[in-house]
């Protein structure tokens, strides 16, 4: 084995090591690391339906950095910048799945073992470059995966957060709904998503899952205020400056 792949005990780093990112996690001092955060596409017929697809394709996946997730306190606002290179930053209101048990090729009847709770996230989205590199061919990258790309909002244990196969999930712009539907009208279930990913990659406890976001998707402008709702969960609010 080489030498380079063993770290020392207490390794120093040639420049400084990055933080960890974490969430609040509700009825906790402790917070919850985030290792890598998974998103689900088109995971709603009827927002597949708008993006142009029948809404009869499967869901996909692809990822943000750990680091594009800007964590929300429980019920307090954040603000994130407008990002630059787009004129047509999206939202998406989306659920987050939290993983507390790691595995791979885990059955969507055994997924509730793995999840440590839910919380709600923005899948922020600069829809004209994801447009052109959807069009290119090209990977998604700098449509979805830009600095503070991922709000998320504090962590309910899934033993608090009620039924949430069955919630209803909504997003407001300035006090106007733009986004709402329920969670059982996931294409993929919860379970099912965690199955799929689970055969793709190995999970590990600190991942997040984005599990995709209902129709009504549509831009927000600085000065803009987004307040993100999923039954049982804590509110996230949001600022573009
Ligand atoms: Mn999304």
């Keep these: 084995m080489s030498k380079s792949v063993v770290p020392a005990p207490a390794a120093d780093f040639v420049v400084p090591a990055p933080p960890t990112v974490s969430l609040a996690v509700v009825g906790s001092d402790a917070r919850f690391p985030v290792r890598r955060v998974y998103c689900v596409g088109r995971n709603y017929v009827a927002h597949a339906q708008e993006m142009g697809f029948s809404g009869r394709e499967p869901p996909f996946f692809f990822l943000k ?9 429980a019920d307090k606002p954040i603000t994130i910048d407008y990002p630059p290179l787009t004129k047509d930053l999206h939202h998406e209101i989306e659920l987050v799945v939290a993983i507390g048990e790691g595995g791979r090729q885990i059955r969507a009847a055994d997924a509730m073992r793995h999840v440590y709770g839910y919380a709600i996230g923005l899948d922020m989205t600069r829809r004209d470059l994801q447009a052109d590199m959807k069009k290119q061919g090209r990977p998604w990258c700098i449509g979805k995966a830009f600095d503070q790309s991922a709000p998320v909002g504090a962590i309910v244990p899934a ?21 709402h539907s329920d969670i059982s009208q996931l294409i993929w279930s919860i379970g099912e998503v965690v199955e799929h990913l689970s055969n793709a990659w190995t999970l590990a406890p600190g991942d997040l899952i984005m ?19 999923v039954d049982g969960l804590p509110s996230i609010d949001v600022r573009i400056r």
């Design 211 to 229: 599990t995709g976001t209902p129709e009504g998707v549509a831009a927000v402008v600085p000065g803009d205020r987004l307040v993100g709702t």
């Design 65 to 73: 950095p750990a680091d594009a997730v800007v964590p929300a306190p």
């Design 159 to 179: 033993k608090d957060a009620g039924d949430i196969a069955h919630a209803r999930i909504a997003l407001a712009v300035n006090g106007k709904q733009r986004q």
